[in-house]
């Protein structure tokens, strides 16, 4: 544990010591707010109607912070790959991969040690996310529980999709290419439900269970299951497992 301790820092300060995770951190939180106050004036606009003609007041949470979390699922799609491009793929293009192989820190230590890297800098985007819907709690009235399980099903989400970025960047000497296939990858990965209406029966059903949007749906809808939190964990843990492999077998090329 101490290696991969020792590897997440490297990373971090690698991270932190150019633009990187900086612009990546900074686009996140302005699309974040962006799309929050355009769901807020939206809610807004709908509550000024529903004074006038209407009695039932619109629900914050299924106006607000619903479909807030919902496109920031979206927008880490994209951006996830920024943050695990570079992981193992950078180390190849540098020449320090063959360092890093042959160092008494295992395989596993290693990608725990860039899943962790990589994973800080997205607590550290979530945690601001966080900061939008914190202010409704204090200024207005939602319901606290479906926001802290929708972050809890985002942070989930967000692990997941570093740990397959991760085992992507693992088998690809160029970040450029890793970014891509990993965009390719996480995107086709989060609409595997798509084709479920048209094929229906037991299909539909495997492919509603295999998508990760069923899933951070129901947390997001202010659910949590013991089944949608293993769902995102055994996805993690498959993709770094995969990455382990690949390092393994190149250790030993």
């Known amino acids: 544990m101490k290696g991969a301790l020792t ?9 932190f010591a150019t633009p990187l995770a900086y612009v990546v951190i900074a ?10 106050f355009s769901f807020l004036s939206n809610f807004n606009n709908q509550l ?47 020449g320090t991969f063959e360092v890093l192989i042959t160092s008494p820190i295992s395989g596993a230590g290693i990608v725990m040690g860039k899943f962790i890297g990589a994973a800080v800098i997205a607590l550290v985007m979530l945690g601001i996310s966080l900061l939008y819907p914190a202010v409704l709690i204090v200024l207005a009235d939602p319901e606290p529980g479906p926001i802290l399980a929708g972050f809890f099903g985002l942070v989930l989400f967000a692990l ?37 209406p048209l094929v229906g ?15 951070a749906q129901t947390l997001i809808k202010g659910v949590i299951t013991g089944s949608d939190i293993l769902y995102f964990i055994s996805v993690a843990l498959c993709g770094l497992f995969a990455a382990n492999r690949v390092l ?6």
């Not at 590897?7 to 991270?15: L, Q, T, V």
């Not at 970025?165 to 970014?179: E, L």
Request: hydrophobic share 55%; no cysteine; aromatic share 10%.
């Open 7 to 15: 590897i997440a820092g490297r990373e971090i300060r690698s991270a």
């Open 27 to 36: 686009g996140f939180s302005l699309l974040a707010a962006f799309f929050f």
């Open 48 to 94: 000024r109607q529903t004074m006038l003609f209407a009695s039932v007041k619109p629900s914050l949470n299924e106006l607000v912070v619903m479909p807030y979390f919902q496109t920031l699922e979206i927008i880490l799609i994209f951006l996830v790959p920024l943050l695990t491009m570079r992981s193992i793929a950078e180390e190849k293009r540098s």
């Open 160 to 196: 997941s999709f570093i740990a397959v970025g991760i085992a992507v960047s693992a088998v690809s000497r160029s970040q450029t290419v890793a970014g891509v296939i990993s965009l390719v990858v996480l995107l086709v990965f989060y609409m595997l439900d798509a084709p479920a």
């Open 201 to 215: 029966g037991e299909l539909a059903e495997v492919l509603k269970f295999l998508a990760p949007s069923s899933h």
């Open 248 to 253: 393994d077998a190149q250790r030993w090329r």
